[in-house]
Protein backbone atom coordinates (compact mmCIF):
# COMPACT_ATOMS: atom_id res chain seq x y z
CA UNK A 1 0.00 0.00 0.00
CA UNK A 2 1.30 3.33 -0.79
CA UNK A 3 1.73 6.54 1.38
CA UNK A 4 -1.39 8.05 -0.30
CA UNK A 5 -3.28 5.49 0.63
CA UNK A 6 -2.05 4.88 3.91
CA UNK A 7 -3.31 8.73 4.54
CA UNK A 8 -6.50 8.95 2.89
CA UNK A 9 -7.32 5.25 3.19
CA UNK A 10 -8.18 4.43 -0.29
CA UNK A 11 -7.85 0.99 -1.44
CA UNK A 12 -5.35 -0.15 -3.66
CA UNK A 13 -6.80 -3.11 -5.29
CA UNK A 14 -8.27 -1.70 -8.83
CA UNK A 15 -10.97 -3.63 -10.45
CA UNK A 16 -10.30 -6.34 -12.72
CA UNK A 17 -11.04 -4.23 -15.65
CA UNK A 18 -8.27 -1.67 -14.20
CA UNK A 19 -4.58 -2.82 -14.99
CA UNK A 20 -3.30 0.27 -13.00
CA UNK A 21 -0.46 -0.92 -10.76
CA UNK A 22 -0.90 -0.74 -6.79
CA UNK A 23 0.52 2.25 -4.81
CA UNK A 24 0.68 5.80 -5.35
CA UNK A 25 0.93 7.17 -8.56
CA UNK A 26 4.23 8.64 -9.71
CA UNK A 27 2.52 11.64 -11.17
CA UNK A 28 1.25 13.40 -7.77
CA UNK A 29 4.76 12.38 -5.91
CA UNK A 30 5.62 15.73 -5.51
CA UNK A 31 1.95 16.52 -4.59
CA UNK A 32 2.24 14.12 -1.68
CA UNK A 33 5.52 14.60 -0.51
CA UNK A 34 4.08 18.61 -0.38
CA UNK A 35 0.87 17.68 1.76
CA UNK A 36 3.08 15.36 4.05
CA UNK A 37 5.02 19.18 4.53
CA UNK A 38 2.12 20.82 5.22
CA UNK A 39 2.51 23.00 1.80
CA UNK A 40 -0.62 23.51 0.44
CA UNK A 41 0.03 26.23 -2.36
CA UNK A 42 2.55 23.68 -3.57
CA UNK A 43 0.15 20.55 -3.35
CA UNK A 44 -2.13 22.88 -5.74
CA UNK A 45 0.21 23.77 -8.27
CA UNK A 46 1.40 20.39 -8.35
CA UNK A 47 -1.72 18.36 -8.08
CA UNK A 48 -3.80 21.01 -10.45
CA UNK A 49 -2.19 19.41 -13.98
CA UNK A 50 -2.97 15.96 -13.14
CA UNK A 51 -6.40 17.16 -12.93
CA UNK A 52 -7.11 16.13 -16.39
CA UNK A 53 -4.56 13.35 -16.52
CA UNK A 54 -5.89 10.36 -18.91
CA UNK A 55 -5.57 7.82 -16.31
CA UNK A 56 -8.82 8.20 -14.04
CA UNK A 57 -7.19 6.68 -11.25
CA UNK A 58 -4.52 9.96 -11.48
CA UNK A 59 -7.10 12.31 -12.08
CA UNK A 60 -9.37 10.56 -8.89
CA UNK A 61 -6.39 10.89 -6.64
CA UNK A 62 -5.80 14.73 -7.91
CA UNK A 63 -9.10 15.46 -7.31
CA UNK A 64 -8.57 14.39 -3.86
CA UNK A 65 -5.13 16.14 -3.12
CA UNK A 66 -6.86 19.71 -3.70
CA UNK A 67 -9.62 19.08 -1.93
CA UNK A 68 -7.88 18.05 1.06
CA UNK A 69 -5.41 21.37 0.43
CA UNK A 70 -8.18 23.78 -0.81
CA UNK A 71 -9.80 22.38 3.22
CA UNK A 72 -7.12 23.31 4.67
CA UNK A 73 -6.92 26.58 3.19
CA UNK A 74 -10.27 27.42 4.29
CA UNK A 75 -11.28 27.72 0.78
CA UNK A 76 -14.63 25.67 1.09
CA UNK A 77 -16.16 26.31 -2.19
CA UNK A 78 -13.48 24.97 -3.97
CA UNK A 79 -12.97 22.21 -1.68
CA UNK A 80 -16.31 21.11 -1.97
CA UNK A 81 -16.04 21.70 -5.85
CA UNK A 82 -13.38 19.08 -5.85
CA UNK A 83 -15.09 16.71 -3.18
CA UNK A 84 -18.34 16.49 -5.81
CA UNK A 85 -15.57 16.29 -9.30
CA UNK A 86 -14.18 13.40 -6.76
CA UNK A 87 -17.57 11.92 -6.16
CA UNK A 88 -18.56 12.10 -9.94
CA UNK A 89 -15.38 9.54 -10.41
CA UNK A 90 -15.57 7.71 -6.86
CA UNK A 91 -19.25 7.55 -6.00
CA UNK A 92 -18.81 6.36 -2.29
CA UNK A 93 -20.36 7.48 0.43
CA UNK A 94 -17.11 8.99 2.12
CA UNK A 95 -16.42 11.23 -0.73
CA UNK A 96 -20.88 12.27 -0.58
CA UNK A 97 -19.65 12.81 3.33
CA UNK A 98 -16.93 15.10 2.44
CA UNK A 99 -19.38 17.43 0.11
CA UNK A 100 -22.16 17.31 2.61
CA UNK A 101 -19.79 19.05 5.27
CA UNK A 102 -17.59 21.04 2.42
CA UNK A 103 -20.98 22.54 1.76
CA UNK A 104 -21.68 23.44 5.00
CA UNK A 105 -19.36 25.26 5.22
CA UNK A 106 -20.01 26.91 2.61
CA UNK A 107 -23.21 28.00 4.33
CA UNK A 108 -25.30 25.98 2.15
CA UNK A 109 -27.10 23.94 4.74
CA UNK A 110 -29.74 22.32 2.60
CA UNK A 111 -27.38 21.00 0.32
CA UNK A 112 -25.51 19.54 2.70
CA UNK A 113 -28.51 17.62 4.21
CA UNK A 114 -29.29 15.97 0.93
CA UNK A 115 -25.58 14.97 0.35
CA UNK A 116 -25.33 13.60 3.77
CA UNK A 117 -28.72 11.40 3.07
CA UNK A 118 -27.03 10.66 -0.30
CA UNK A 119 -24.37 9.47 1.74
CA UNK A 120 -26.00 7.54 3.70
CA UNK A 121 -27.93 5.55 1.56
CA UNK A 122 -24.97 4.86 -0.12
CA UNK A 123 -22.82 3.66 2.96
CA UNK A 124 -26.25 1.28 3.97
CA UNK A 125 -24.65 -1.17 1.08
CA UNK A 126 -21.37 -0.13 0.80
CA UNK A 127 -20.41 0.30 4.85
CA UNK A 128 -17.38 2.20 4.43
CA UNK A 129 -17.83 5.06 6.92
CA UNK A 130 -18.67 4.47 10.29
CA UNK A 131 -22.23 6.07 10.36
CA UNK A 132 -21.46 8.04 14.24
CA UNK A 133 -17.98 9.01 12.73
CA UNK A 134 -20.43 10.50 9.66
CA UNK A 135 -22.77 11.95 11.40
CA UNK A 136 -20.17 13.30 14.06
CA UNK A 137 -18.49 15.26 10.78
CA UNK A 138 -21.54 16.62 9.78
CA UNK A 139 -22.62 18.21 13.03
CA UNK A 140 -19.41 19.17 13.55
CA UNK A 141 -19.53 21.52 10.36
CA UNK A 142 -23.12 22.56 11.17
CA UNK A 143 -21.28 23.84 14.71
CA UNK A 144 -18.41 25.32 13.22
CA UNK A 145 -20.82 27.54 11.16
CA UNK A 146 -22.57 28.75 14.19
CA UNK A 147 -25.68 26.05 13.26
CA UNK A 148 -26.25 24.41 16.54
CA UNK A 149 -29.96 24.28 16.72
CA UNK A 150 -29.26 22.33 12.95
CA UNK A 151 -26.74 20.24 14.61
CA UNK A 152 -29.55 18.73 17.07
CA UNK A 153 -31.19 15.89 15.30
CA UNK A 154 -27.73 14.64 14.21
CA UNK A 155 -26.65 14.54 18.00
CA UNK A 156 -30.07 13.18 19.03
CA UNK A 157 -28.84 9.87 16.39
CA UNK A 158 -25.90 9.66 18.30
CA UNK A 159 -27.64 9.62 21.48
CA UNK A 160 -30.05 7.11 20.29
CA UNK A 161 -26.74 4.66 19.65
CA UNK A 162 -26.27 4.31 23.31
CA UNK A 163 -30.09 4.20 24.21
CA UNK A 164 -30.23 1.21 22.26
CA UNK A 165 -27.16 -0.42 23.46
CA UNK A 166 -27.74 0.32 26.77
CA UNK A 167 -24.05 -1.20 27.87
CA UNK A 168 -21.57 1.71 27.99
CA UNK A 169 -18.68 -0.63 29.48
CA UNK A 170 -15.66 0.99 27.23
CA UNK A 171 -14.52 -2.00 25.77
CA UNK A 172 -17.97 -2.94 24.10
CA UNK A 173 -18.50 0.46 23.26
CA UNK A 174 -14.81 0.94 21.43
CA UNK A 175 -15.10 -2.69 19.61
CA UNK A 176 -18.42 -1.43 17.93
CA UNK A 177 -16.60 1.91 17.15
CA UNK A 178 -19.05 4.31 19.75
CA UNK A 179 -17.28 6.98 21.52
CA UNK A 180 -17.03 6.44 25.13
CA UNK A 181 -19.81 7.33 27.17
CA UNK A 182 -17.48 10.43 28.57
CA UNK A 183 -16.22 11.66 25.35
CA UNK A 184 -20.11 12.01 24.16
CA UNK A 185 -21.04 13.64 27.45
CA UNK A 186 -18.53 16.53 27.23
CA UNK A 187 -18.90 17.01 23.34
CA UNK A 188 -22.24 17.24 23.15
CA UNK A 189 -22.75 19.84 26.37
CA UNK A 190 -21.37 23.00 24.17
CA UNK A 191 -23.97 22.08 21.63
CA UNK A 192 -26.97 21.83 24.01
CA UNK A 193 -25.73 24.69 25.62
CA UNK A 194 -25.88 26.64 22.89
CA UNK A 195 -29.12 25.92 21.28
CA UNK A 196 -31.37 24.89 24.54
CA UNK A 197 -32.10 26.24 27.82
CA UNK A 198 -30.94 24.54 31.01
CA UNK A 199 -34.49 22.96 31.31
CA UNK A 200 -34.58 21.33 27.69
CA UNK A 201 -30.77 20.17 28.19
CA UNK A 202 -31.76 18.25 31.47
CA UNK A 203 -34.71 16.86 29.62
CA UNK A 204 -32.33 15.61 26.34
CA UNK A 205 -29.71 14.19 28.81
CA UNK A 206 -32.64 12.97 31.15
CA UNK A 207 -33.76 10.60 28.02
CA UNK A 208 -30.35 9.19 27.11
CA UNK A 209 -30.02 8.18 31.33
CA UNK A 210 -33.10 6.44 31.13
CA UNK A 211 -31.86 4.19 28.77
CA UNK A 212 -28.39 3.44 29.93
CA UNK A 213 -27.25 0.64 32.49
CA UNK A 214 -26.65 1.10 36.02
CA UNK A 215 -23.17 2.54 35.95
CA UNK A 216 -23.59 4.74 33.11
CA UNK A 217 -26.51 6.35 34.27
CA UNK A 218 -24.54 7.07 37.36
CA UNK A 219 -21.53 8.34 35.92
CA UNK A 220 -24.39 10.50 33.53
CA UNK A 221 -26.00 11.79 36.45
CA UNK A 222 -22.87 12.87 37.74
CA UNK A 223 -21.37 14.57 35.27
CA UNK A 224 -24.59 16.50 34.11
CA UNK A 225 -24.59 17.61 38.25
CA UNK A 226 -21.38 18.86 37.72
CA UNK A 227 -21.78 20.58 34.46
CA UNK A 228 -25.22 22.46 35.72
CA UNK A 229 -23.34 23.49 39.06
CA UNK A 230 -20.56 24.97 36.87
CA UNK A 231 -22.95 27.21 35.17
CA UNK A 232 -25.07 28.15 37.62
Known amino acids: MGLFSRLFGRRDDPPAADPAPQGDPPELAAAIAALQAEDMPAVLRLATPQLDAANPAVRADAQ ?27 PTAHNALQVATTSVMCGEIERGEQWFRQSGELNASSQDTNPIQAHISFLTALCNVGRHADALPYLGWIRD ?12 LHLRG ?43 RHWLATQTASTD
Not at 161 to 172: A, K, M, P, S
Not at 180 to 201: G, M
Request: hydrophobic share 50%; aromatic share 12%.
Open 178 to 220: VPFLSVFLENSWPVLHAALDAPAIEAWYGELIADLDEDGAQRA
Open 161 to 172: VYRRLHITDDTF
Open 64 to 90: RLCALAQSRLGDWPAASGHWQALFALE
